[in-house]
C-alpha cells in the first residue's frame, strides 16, 4: 500500500500519474480538509472534489478544479439577490462560484452529513459514484478549519484568502483552528503506519499539508519512519507550480526554493524530489537535511507525471533498502 498525502490541484494530478504505474486500488490519498466551507447551507470540500473529479476524469482542464462542460446559471440567477441583501447578512454570497452540476457533489454531502453520516463516510460514497478505485480519506472526520492571518491582524479563513481576496494580499500567519482536538479519521494512524511509503504531494506544504501534520500524532508517525517518506516540491526554479505557495512561503520567512521546502519537510521525510530546473541546489536540499533526487516533476504530460511516480517510488524502495 502506498500513502500520499494530499492537497487540490498538484496532488490530483500525482495521483492520476501513480495511477499510471501502480494499481490504483493499491493508493490511499490522504486529502486536506483545512479549506472546507460552509456556502448557501452547504458543506463544500474543495480539495477531495478537485481530487476525485480529476481521478474520474471529469475535472475541467483549464481551470483545473471543478466539472468540465459546466454551466453557471444558479450563480448567474443569484445576482438578482445581491442588490436587496441586508447590510451584514450572509445570504447569496457571490465570490466564490459553485458549477450546476458541481452542485450536485454539495447537496449530496451536506444531506449525507445532516443524517449523521462521518465526512470519511460520504468520500467513499461520492468516490463509488464517480467510478474512482483509489481509496480517498479526508484526514479527519473533525472540523480543522485554515485560518490566515493578514498583515495588519485580519483573520479570514483559507477561502475568503485565496478566492474572494484572490491570494494577493500579504499573509502574516496562518494557524489550524480544531486541529488539537481533532481526531484522525478512523483507521488513519494504520495506514501512516503500516503503508509499505508515505510520499507527500506536490502540494502546497504550509496550507494543503500543514493541516495534516496539524493534527496529533502525525509528525510522530511520519518521523518515526522519515527513511521511507519521500516529498515532491511543489516549487520549480523558486516559483509555485499553482497557487501562492512561493510568495506565502516568503511572507512566512521561509526560502521560497526547494532549500526552503526541505526545511520544512526535514523533520518527516529522508527525500525530495527536486525538478533539473534545481539540481544546483541539490547540494543545499542535502545540507537542509534530505536526499535530492533530480527528476523532471512538471506534469505537462501523462509520461513525464509516470516518471515522476516511478522515481518517487524508487527513492522510497532505495531509503528502505
Known amino acids: 500500500m502506498i500513502a500520499v498525502l494530499c492537497g487540490g490541484v498538484g496532488a490530483a494530478r500525482f495521483l492520476g500519474a501513480l495511477a499510471q504505474v501502480v494499481e490504483p486500488s493499491d493508493t490511499v490519498g490522504i486529502v486536506n480538509t483545512g479549506d472546507d466551507t460552509v456556502l448557501h447551507g452547504l458543506a463544500i470540500s474543495p480539495d477531495l472534489d478537485t481530487v476525485v473529479y480529476t481521478l474520474a476524469a471529469a475535472i475541467d482542464p483549464e481551470r483545473g478544479w471543478g466539472l468540465a462542460d459546466e454551466s453557471w446559471r444558479a450563480m448567474e440567477a443569484l445576482q438578482r439577490y445581491v442588490a436587496v441583501r441586508p447590510d ?29 453520516a ?49 491570494h494577493g494580499v500579504p499573509v502574516e500567519r496562518v494557524t489550524f483552528a480544531g486541529a488539537d482536538v481533532a481526531q484522525l479519521t478512523p483507521g488513519l494512524d494504520h495506514v501512516l503506519t503500516s503503508a509499505d511509503c508515505v510520499l507527500i504531494a506536490p502540494s502546497n506544504p504550509i496550507v494543503s499539508i500543514g493541516p495534516i501534520r496539524a493534527l496529533d500524532g502525525v509528525d510522530a508517525i511520519l518521523g518515526a519512519r ?6 515532491i516540491s511543489p516549487i520549480v526554479g523558486g ?7 512561493d510568495r506565502m512561503m516568503t511572507e512566512l520567512g521561509h526560502e521560497p526554493s526547494v532549500v526552503g521546502v526541505a526545511r ?5 521525510a529522508a527525500t525530495l524530489v527536486i525538478d533539473p530546473v534545481d539540481a544546483h541546489l541539490a547540494d543545499a536540499v542535502a545540507a537542509a537535511g534530505m536526499h535530492p533526487v533530480v527528476t523532471p516533476s512538471v506534469m505537462s504530460t501523462p509520461e513525464i507525471g509516470a516518471e515522476l511516480a516511478r522515481a518517487a517510488l524508487r527513492a522510497a524502495s532505495a531509503e528502505r533498502s
Request: net charge neutral; with cysteine; proline share 4%.
Open 264 to 268: 520544512l519537510y526535514a523533520p518527516i
Open 239 to 245: 516559483v509555485a507550480l499553482k497557487g501562492p505557495a
Open 88 to 116: 451584514g447578512s450572509s445570504a447569496a454570497p457571490n465570490w466564490f462560484n459553485l458549477g450546476d452540476r458541481d452542485l450536485a457533489t454539495h447537496f449530496y454531502r451536506t444531506a449525507r452529513l445532516r443524517e449523521g
Open 226 to 231: 522519515r527513511s521511507s517518506v519521500v516529498a
Open 118 to 166: 462521518s465526512l470519511s463516510e460520504v468520500t467513499a460514497e461520492i468516490c463509488a459514484a464517480w467510478g474512482v478505485t483509489q481509496r480517498l480519506i479526508p484526514m479527519s472526520d473533525d472540523v480543522v478549519s485554515t485560518v490566515v492571518t493578514l498583515a495588519g491582524g485580519a483573520d479570514v479563513s483559507f477561502q475568503e484568502y485565496f478566492v474572494k481576496l484572490r
